[in-house]
């Protein structure tokens, strides 16, 4: 078990899927820089297409993700139209410059289009880009899966998909406003496997009731399908930024202790049923990509997580979506029809962002250098930040100019990681606690 110590927890933190992430994008970087960098993309520089379907059926009350009720046919058929406009407009500026190796979509739920919609947008990502040999992952509601959308991903050629799984334990789906069956899940898990399509599942501790129990049975019943990957991350209670929060009552919400004992207990049933630790909360079965990755040293970071995606480029599509270049992060207009409205118009949709600064490179190849190798070598020329305390306590390791986490540091991780953050103020409360 790992030693708990809360003094070290007290402080949210960022996730780090971004340095520096997205409290420091402004108005002030926005479309003239994403055309900029469009128009510098190399040939063959590998490009990743991230495309953002912000809609889901049923809004889920624990959710963070920027989505809203697909319960519109009008809604969803002009975000459709004005996506595909969107992917035509940044193709075009690229002007058939860059190799996209990876198409991932993400929401919301993209299985909240029809099916015949979710067909028409891959298509057009084939005719507007170089994208032929691209993996091609999808995020799922096992809710609004069925066999015919299973058969149509596998002929589209879909690689891999994510279920939106939470928690099995019925009352704790009550409580967060996702009634999920179990064989449901089984039954989608085994015609994904039947159709060639790996998987993954997102679960989550921390949620309201849910009891260390409760855990155990939902990573049994998870172990028990066996998919490739599992993301275990800690539920974020934050109803002043996410008013559909307000209807989970935070009384009901695990403490501290139990979340950090939660988090423990995830990792040592699933590294006990086989899985590799992939960073501080992803698990890959030994013969998955990601755990390829960690074991040759390229598991990378970037806005969709844990990945072993080596492009340096990310275009994002989509209402909100984020696009990343070595030196500038930009995001897509948030709202859906001020989106359309600027893609309608034949512009790139981006309107806030922040240049990356050779500082900032800096310190964020030490930050995802930690979190996903475990050590960093920053070199003798800047100043080591103070880590005495997590010295102190077996947590790091110093040597001149290198940082390496023990081996009990994990759940700690990125509460080191911020100590090399210029920007993380000292009362934040725009991020979550790091278990």
Wanted: hydrophobic letters at 40%; proline letters at 6%; aromatic letters at 8%.
């Amino acid at each position: 078990m790992w030693t708990y110590h809360p003094d070290l927890l007290d402080r949210p933190v960022p996730r780090y899927t971004s340095y520096p992430t997205a409290a420091q994008f402004s108005g002030d970087v926005g479309a003239a820089e994403l055309a900029a960098r469009l128009d510098g993309v190399n040939r063959n520089a590998p490009l990743s297409l991230y495309v953002h379907i912000p809609y889901c059926h049923d809004i889920c009350w624990y959710c963070g993700c920027n989505t809203g009720a697909a319960n519109r046919v009008q809604r969803l058929t002009a975000y459709v139209e004005s996506l595909e406009r969107e992917i035509a407009t940044v193709a075009g500026r690229l002007n058939g410059n860059g190799r996209v190796q990876r198409i991932a979509f993400g929401g919301g739920s993209p299985n909240s289009l029809p099916l015949v919609d979710f067909v028409r947008l891959l298509q057009q990502l084939l005719l507007c880009f170089d994208a032929h040999h691209a993996e091609l992952s999808v995020e799922l509601d096992p809710r609004r899966l069925d066999a015919q959308w299973i058969s149509t991903m596998a002929a589209m050629g879909v690689d891999r998909v994510n279920l939106g799984v939470q928690t099995f334990t019925p009352h704790v789906q009550a409580r967060i406003g996702r009634i999920q069956p179990l064989d449901m899940v089984e039954r989608a898990v085994d015609q994904l496997r039947t159709a060639g399509i790996a998987t993954g599942f997102d679960l989550m501790y921390g949620l309201p009731g849910q009891t260390p129990d409760d855990l155990a049975a939902t990573l049994e019943a998870a172990i028990a399908m066996q998919p490739d990957r599992i993301a275990l991350f800690g539920y974020a209670h934050m109803p002043r930024l996410l008013p559909r929060q307000r209807r989970i009552d935070a009384s009901d919400l695990p403490g501290l202790a139990t979340r950090f004992a939660m988090a423990a207990q995830g990792y040592d049933m699933l590294t006990g049923a086989g899985y590799e630790a992939i960073g501080f909360d992803h698990f890959a079965l030994p013969q998955d990509g990601m755990a390829h990755a960690v074991r040759e040293g390229r598991l990378r970071r970037n806005f969709q997580g844990f990945t072993d995606d080596p492009a340096e480029i990310l275009l994002g599509l989509g209402a909100s979506a984020i696009s990343q270049f070595p030196d500038l992060i930009v995001q897509n207009e948030k709202q859906a029809g001020p989106w359309r409205e600027l893609v309608g118009a034949g512009q790139l949709s981006a309107t806030r962002g922040t240049f990356r600064t050779p500082e900032d490179r800096r310190r964020g190849r030490i930050i995802e250098a930690l979190l996903c190798q475990g050590e960093a070598h920053m070199g003798t020329a800047h100043p080591m930040p103070d880590l005495g305390r997590f010295e102190e306590l077996g947590l790091v390791r110093l040597s001149e100019g290198r940082v390496a986490l023990t081996r009990d540091a994990l759940p700690y991780a990125r509460s080191i990681a911020a100590c090399f953050d210029a920007y993380l103020e000292p009362a934040e409360k725009r991020f979550s606690h790091a278990v």
